[in-house]
């Protein structure tokens, strides 16, 4: 039995081999429906990686105060805007951290003072004009879920006070450090001398923008240097207990309404966002890409079937007179089934396996790209070859029935 499954092997091999160019042709076309549905997914899934990666280091007990909701801010067209929010100004920020008082909390507040555009030097060394600035107080990074890989973080000290002090991301520190300890070393940015007290560990980056390219400085540093930036402040509060979350961000929405001096009846002209709503959102979005990933992949495998039907129905028909020569010397039905049902296979498995390699390398590529964080998609991979041995699987047993029931006869007489 298994001598004549290994024959039969070596003829289908010897077939395709003879039959070169359309067997390449049908595995490219198989690949192309492959490539697209694993390219498609691991996309997706790096996407999705990504930004709940992201979201997620803020912790399920954190939420935002921002100028407008997640689902709001998504929104490219002004016409669809429906209103305009006012800007969270610094005196509204300390207005809401002096009278937001619910228990177990911290608030953050933060301030992008420098967007990517500021140059830092310390000594002969000096960045390209990339380095992003934030203001900040002392419960920012935690509230932010950033953690402190070498030194200490901001302190109350260093807030009151007005410090000339700094915390700088771990891409800032190979920038301006490759080969020194940077804790005590002096920095300046604008010509302000600022020493770095801390260095933050390394963040996953998205869509081009480096989380690790920032400098912390307290925030009322950050406003004396940069006195002409647009107040766009962030508003972060962090619940101790998961339990009060909601008790925290519903105060946190009275108080913020007190502070507009909002009427009861009026709207909210402002956001309230939460880490797990955001991911939650995402996923449902991320949900409609995955459909639309395997409509998409479906279409173009249903056309690899109907290509690999057609190559083996022409191979059958080319080789009637071998198959009524193999009949004549006795081969049973089952035999010649066989034979041709492997040959199918093996380029189902050749094209599924080229568009695994392909959907790949497109997923990893999108990844560098964007800046995502790529991982292998196994899952994509599985039901790409279950799909690549479906597609074998229909797509050989016409062919080869058709083949298994010619008349050796009547095939002898072929030419």
Known sequence: MFSLFRENVKIAITSIRSQLLRTILTVIIIAIGIMALVGILSGIAALENTISGNFSSMGANTFRIQRYEFSIMQQSSRRQRKKINP????????????????????VSLGFPAGRGDTEVKYENRKTEPEVG????????????????????????????????????????KKALFP????????????????????????????????????????????????????????????????DMLEGAQDDAMVTFRNVRRLKPLEENNF???????????????SGYLY?????ISIITIFGSTIALMN???????????????????????????????????????????????????????????????????????????????????????YPANKAAKLDPIEALRHE
């Open 291 to 295: 459909v639309a990933a395997w409509i």
């Open 87 to 106: 800007e969270i100004t610094y005196t509204e920020a300390q207005e809401f951290i002096d009278r937001y008082n619910y228990p177990f909390t911290m």
């Open 179 to 242: 080969d020194e300890y940077p804790i005590n070393r002096t920095v300046s940015i604008r010509g302000a001398k600022l020493k770095v007290i801390g260095v933050v560990e390394e963040q996953s980056s998205a869509f081009g923008s480096n989380q690790n390219m920032i400098l912390y400085l307290p925030i009322q540093k950050a406003r004396t240097i940069y006195t002409e930036s647009s107040s766009d402040y962030r508003i972060g509060i962090k619940v101790a207990k998961k």
């Open 311 to 397: 190559i083996m129905l022409v191979s059958v028909t080319e080789r009637t007179r071998e198959i009524g020569v193999r009949k004549a010397m006795g081969a049973k039905r089952k035999t010649i089934a066989f034979q041709f049902f492997i040959e199918t296979m093996i380029i189902g498995q050749l094209g599924g396996l080229l568009g695994i390699i392909l959907g790949v390398a497109i997923g990893w590529g999108i990844s560098k790209a964007f800046d995502l964080s790529f991982s292998t998609p196994w899952l994509a991979m599985i039901w790409a070859t279950s799909i690549a041995f479906v597609v074998a699987l229909i797509s050989g047993v």
């Open 133 to 172: 600035v934030l203001g900040c107080n002392e419960y920012f990074l935690e509230t932010e879920g950033r953690d402190i890989e070498l030194g200490r973080g901001l302190n109350v000290f260093d807030i009151q006070n007005n410090n000339a002090v700094c915390v700088i991301g771990s891409d800032l």
């Open 271 to 285: 956001g309230i966002t939460r880490s797990d709503d955001l991911i939650n959102r995402i996923s449902s979005i």
